[in-house]
């Protein structure tokens, strides 16, 4: 089993960052409390799909809500251990290990937190490999997994257990939640089988973030010189092609915070002034990307953005005007490229009136 | 200790209605689910106050929303009872009686249902002796009763189990899980002792609401020939001065379905044509009365409307251009005369400018 210490931690959210593909929460409040409790606790174990016992007890743990409100509402570092405490008492059984919803700003460390503060393994894997806004487009239940019972915990200690009978009202009943008790909290959820999180996670994409994390920091630099040290890093994961879809300045990028997400839209305009502008669609994350009326990419492909110069990943958030980025396009794993996902996840699962076309297809 | 059997629903139903000062949910369809279960279970037991042992575990049932909701979506027979059942599986602990949170259309007989069903008595009394919209203005919390943990359960069986650390978050988290939920659920909450309940519930309102219903029912002519014969009903009882406030006609209704309350206002204009118009502020209840700009009466005062010429109360979502209606003012209980009781349920409380007078004092 390996470990994840507080050393890994600004590496693996880098690395998440980039994968959550815009959304996922802002990455620095996270990395600093992960840090600290990792320094304060030791560090996490880490346990690869393959290792899962059958019959563990594996829940999944992390926060829900608007993630534009972490940058001023600062989270609590006790809210997911008692959300954690507070599934285990609702459902009278030890979890075994616990797992992330997503890679994404907090939601890569805290499951990890949670497993270093009480003790258990954190599953090397996530329910998304990437970030995704809402929780029935989640791997979990597109392999059977029940997303309830949940326990909710906001910051102040009010809690909600919620009993839903699918996972559409699951999201309809925590979202409001999440609102309700002040735009975000942390949610123990999804409880399954070791045999089940085998299965449904996607796999590695924790030791995979650092990895990438530690590229992407180490160059600190143009993001042309690593281009291909990064394509080749993917090579050896279930994601699909990497291709560089665009490379430019924010010009426009406005947000806002409807019914506890960050919906808006971002425009780029290439340093090449034959090129048309590109647009981005947002609903916590980066869902489609345009040039001209081209779609180049779309959900639930991966639409990563990093600035230029350093190479660091740009969550939707910090999108400023003037920034300059390159726009990367990655293929989904194969959790995501049967029907019953795409049903949930493709762009008209979020009101576009587009179909989704892999990536690898496009022209 | 008596009991109310199906042949009692019209009568209570006619007489909370009527205490409910507008609110409480349409009394049609429970009316008619009350006779179904009562005749089929039995008779349900009504405990006095006084009755009730110290250490009985006393939990408040009935149903949170928009009460017009209930006009086209109809609550479903056993969905109060699961709520029921589900709380005693959260705690771990028997319910030895039942309290309503209200007297109100659905609000007084549903407890009474869930009591007949699995065989507790329903304490005669609630926790209003009315109607209001939210729940931190029940003398329950005013006694200082936690309203947590409280089991939410909706008309498809899905539910949530609320913790919450005050009234108000209570009201915030469950007004939400009422709008996600449809619009309309069923709550087991407020947990008590036997003692407090005895001590925090407005006595003896479920049987003197049958009496009232009796006399609004079988008289069934216009209102004005049984006036002092309801004012001589209220003398005996914890209720202030009776006073009829005005006689009219609707010539105006609004109401909008916001946050998950009815909001709006109706104006009437008297027969008397030097009368000015008298305005009804209402959020799922009559709050204010103005006659011009005077009010007249003022929340947590009553303001009980009934149909001039049939003496049937008129709830908030019944009323319709052109009804004739005559408007009491009635004295609120001394439950709401604190000062900690009127900081949550006086016009301010609501929004509205203005400090209580009560109706004794006003001209």
Chains 1, 2 share one sequence.
């Not at 620095?28 to 409790?37: F, K, M």
């Not at 006790?78 to 008492?89: G, L, P, T």
């Amino acid at each position: 089993m390996k470990q994840i210490s507080a050393k890994d931690i600004k590496d693996l959210c880098c690395g998440a960052a980039f994968l959550a593909t815009g959304g996922g929460g802002d990455p620095y409040v996270s990395q600093l409390a992960a840090e600290r409790l990792l320094e304060k606790h030791g560090p996490a174990n880490l346990m690869a799909p393959e290792e899962i016992p059958d019959d563990f007890n594996v829940v999944s743990i992390g926060m829900v809500g608007a993630p534009t409100v972490t940058l001023e509402q600062l989270p609590t570092e006790d809210e997911a251990v008692k959300a954690f405490d507070a599934y285990e008492q609702q459902t009278g059984r030890k979890i075994d290990a616990v797992i992330p919803f997503e890679v994404g700003g907090g939601n890569s460390t805290i499951p990890l937190t949670v497993a270093a503060v009480r003790g258990v393994p954190c599953i090397d894997g996530d329910g998304m490999g990437r970030a995704l806004p809402e929780a029935q487009m989640m791997t979990f239940p597109l392999y059977g997994v029940k997303p309830t019972p949940a326990v909710l915990m906001d910051s102040w200690g009010n809690s909600a257990v919620l009993h839903c009978n699918d996972p559409l009202t699951f999201e309809k009943h925590i979202r409001a939640m999440a609102v309700a008790m002040g735009g975000m909290i942390s949610s123990a959820e999804h409880g399954m089988t070791g045999k089940q999180a085998s299965e449904a996670a996607v796999p590695k994409t924790i030791s995979f973030a650092t990895k990438l994390g530690q590229l992407l920091r180490n160059h600190n630099g143009s993001i042309d010189a690593i281009e291909s040290e990064l394509i080749s890093l993917f090579a050896n994961t279930q994601y699909g092609a990497v291709k560089r879809l665009y490379t430019g300045k924010v010009v426009d990028s406005e947000r806002k915070i409807i019914g506890g997400y960050d919906v808006g839209s971002a425009a780029l305009q290439s340093f090449d002034a034959n090129l048309e502008p590109m647009t981005l669609l947002i609903k916590n994350e980066y869902l489609v990307a345009k040039v001209g009326d081209q779609v180049v990419a779309s959900v639930p492909d991966l639409i990563c953005i990093v600035e230029q110069e350093t190479s660091r990943p740009l969550n939707a958030e910090r999108m400023r005007y003037g920034q300059r980025v390159a726009v990367f396009g990655i293929g989904c794993t194969h959790h995501y490229r049967t029907e019953a996902a795409l049903k949930v996840t493709s762009p008209r699962a979020f009101g576009f009136d587009m179909d989704y076309v892999a990536l690898e297809d496009i022209r």
